[in-house]
C-alpha cells in the first residue's frame, strides 16, 4: 500500500457520513445505500491516481455518489414488480425533492445517545429486531402479541428516535 | 384474504417495506397512501433513514463486541474490515511489494483502526465480551446438480455455510438445509432470498420444501403470500402470473402477513393472482423434483465427473513435469503404500502411517483421513527444483496447531519449501534460506490473506502454490482463482529430500520432544510438478477435479 492509497482511504473515511447521505437520498430504498457506499469506496481508491487529493473531495465524492446511485437504482429498481417500481419512484422523487438536510455523522451520534435513553421495553424491540435479525412474526411469537402490534412498536419507535435526533441536532 | 384491496395498517406495510417482504398488494396500498397523504412521505423518509442508521449501529456494535477479545483477533477483524472494501487487485497492489511489507501493516492497521473508529466511536458495550467464534449462517448448501448460479463471480460450493441473503440459482438443482432442519429443493430459473434460519423469501421460480418436526413454524414467503410451515411436505411455484402452493404431505398456513389464515391440508393446492384472486385445484408431484429424485440425479452427476476426472487424470499422469501424483484411488483398509500415478518420475510410492480412509469428494471415491498427530505419509524426493506447483484436495476439520502441515520437508535446511496452514487460517508457503553468505539471509513467507474460515471447515477445498523462479513471483491459488501473487524475495533452488505430506519431521532425533504439526481433515489428490503451472492450468485442473460442475469465477478470499 503507498501513501496515496492510505490517504485517499483516510480521506473516503473521513467522509463516509456525506457519502451515506448522498446515497440514501439518490436511492432511497431499504439495502440500497450500503452497497453504494461500498462501490464508491471501490471507485475512488481504483481511481486514487487520477484525484488532487489535496484539495477538498466531496465534490469528487458526491459526483460519484450520484452516478454509482442512479446506476445501482437501475438496476435494482428494474428487477422489481411494476407496482413495486412505481412506489420506488415515487419514494425517489420524494426524497429528491425533499429540503431537509440530513447530516449522517450528527445523527449517527444522537441516535447512539438515544438509544441509551429508551426504555427497557423499547430497547428490548431494538434488540430483538436490530441486533439480533429476529424478524416481527418471530417477535410477535416471542412476546405473545400480534405481529401488527409489533410493526407498529418498531414504527412509534423509530418515530420517537427520529424525534429525539431532530431534538438533539436541532 | 389475498383481496388487494384488504386494507393494511400503514405501520405493517412501511415495516414490510423495511424488511424486504412488501408484497405487490401492499406496494399498491402504500403508494395510494402516499399519493393521498402527502406528510407520509416525509414520515416514511425518516423511518428509512432511522432504520439504515440503526442498522448501522447494530453492525458496529456487532463487529465491536466480536473484536474487542484479544488485540490479535481485534486486529484481523479491522484487516477484514478494510479488506472487504478493497477489490482484488488493490488487495494484490498492497500486498505484492515487500518494501511495503512493514509499511502495510502500519497502515492497514491505522486504516482499519480509522474506519472502525469512525464507524463505531461512541460505542458501549453493555456485554459481557466472551471470546468465542461467532457466525452469521443459518444454512447449508447440501447438494447440487449442475447448478449454475446467476449473480456475477456468485458461485457456491456443497458444505458450504450460507448467510441470509440472495440465491440466485440460473438453472439447475440445487440443495438447503436450514439449521432448523428444514430442507429445500431449488430448481433454477429461481430466486431465493434466506431471511433467516426459520424463514426465507422466493421472490420468483420453484421450489419444494420438506419440514421435520424441528422446523414446525418455518416460513416461506413470496410476492402474494406466506406459507406457513405445519410439518408438511409441500411445494411453492412463484411466476408473473402469481404465486402456487401445493401440500403434498400434512398442513400448511397460508396468510397475507395480516389476521386472517387458511389452511390447507394434504392433495390441497391455491394459486394466487397477482391481484390476489385464489384459484383451488387438487395438488400434483407433477413438475416438482423430490428429494429423492435428486439423490438420484446427484450422484449419477457424480459417477458422471469422477469418471471424467479419472479421464483426465491419466492423461495428466503422463506430464513429464508430474513429480508426484497421489490420486488415492485404489487405497484399501490395509494399504500402507501410497502408489504414485505420474508415470515420467524417480520418486517411488510413499508409506501412509497413523492415516485411515475416509470417503473422498465424490461418494464412490477414497481420501485418506488424517486423525491424529501421528498421522502422516512419508516419501522421498530427490534432486533440486528451480521451480515447483504444490496442488491438492483438502477438506479440513480442524486447525489445531499453530502450523498444520499440507506438505513439509524433513527439517528446514536451505531450499526447504513448507506447505502449511496456519492457526488463523492462512495458507503460507516457506521457503528456507539459511545460507549467511548470501546477501538475503532469511526465511521468507509467502502469505494468501485467510482463507479458511470457521464456514470453510469441513468443505472440499482445492489449494495450488506456484514458486516460479522464471517469472520470479510465488502465487497462490484457491478453487482455482489467485488469492495471493508476489515476488520472490530471494532464489534458491528448493530441495525436499525426505519429506511429509500432512505432518513434519524437524529432522533430528537427538531430544524426545517434537512440535506437533499435523495436518487434521481429509486430503483426496495432492500433485507436485517441477515446473510452475500457469494461472490457466491450475483454473482446469480445479475444473477438472472438481466434485462441482464449476465454471463460474469464485474468488475465494475472506469476505462477509
Redesign the interface.
Known sequence: ??NR??LA??LF??N?GFV?ALA?KYA?W??L??DIV?QV??EF??KEEKWDLDSDVKPLLAKMTRFVALRYWRERTHQL?E??Q??AE??RR??EE?H?E?R?DD???A???C??KLPIKSRAF?DLY??S??????IA?QMKM???TV??A???L??R??SC?DTATS | MFDSLHPV?T??L???????H?T?AE??Q??TK??QNPSL??????????????????KS??QSLSSSVDHNLLFSDRLRG?E????P??RI??INSPL?AT??AA??A??AG??FY??S????LKQQVINESTTCAVVTLTREVNAEWAGIGETHSVGEALE?GWLRLKAGVAQIEFYNGARVLLEGPVEFQV??A??AFCRSGKLSAEAPPSAH?F?IRT?QLNVVDLGTAFGVDVSSSGSAVQVFKGEVELHD???SNHYLKEGEAVSVA?NGVPHYFLASHVGFMSISELEHASFEEQLKRHQSWLSFSAQLNTDPSLVVHFDFEKLTPYEDLLHNSAANTLVGDATIVGCSLGSGRWQDKNALEYSGVSSRVLLNVPGEFKSLTYAAWVRVNSLNNYYNSLIMCDGFKDGAAHWQILFNGVVRLGVANTNSSTAHAHDTHYDTPVIFTPERLGQWIHLAAVYDAVAKRVTQYVNGEVVMSQPLQFETPLRLGPTQIGNWNRGDYTVDVAPIRNFSGRMDDFEFFSRPLSDNEIRALYQESSPENNTVNNPQVVRK
Open positions: 500500500m503507498n492509497d492510505s482511504a483516510q473515511l473521513a463516509h451515506k440514501l432511497p431499504p439495502g445505500s450500503e461500498q469506496f471501490l481508491i481504483a414488480p407496482v413495486v412505481q412506489l415515487h419514494i420524494l426524497a425533499r431537509k440530513f449522517y445523527e449517527l451520534d441516535l447512539r445517545r438509544l441509551d431494538v436490530y441486533y435479525g429476529v424478524s416481527t412474526v418471530e411469537s400480534k405481529s401488527d410493526c407498529r418498531l414504527c412509534r423509530r418515530e428516535l427520529r435526533i | 395498517p405501520e405493517r412501511i415495516q414490510n417495506l423495511l424488511s424486504g412488501l405487490q406496494a399498491e402504500l403508494l402516499l399519493v412521505g416525509a414520515e416514511l423518509l425518516d423511518h428509512l433513514q432511522t432504520d439504515e442508521m440503526l442498522l448501522e449501529i447494530s456494535e456487532k478494510v472487504e472494501l478493497s477489490h487487485q488493490m497492489k498492497w511495503w509499511a502495510f497502515c492497514v491505522l486504516l480509522l474506519y469512525l464507524s466511536k461512541p460505542v458501549v441470509p431471511v433467516s426459520k424463514e413454524g416460513c410476492p402477513q395480516l389476521v397477482p
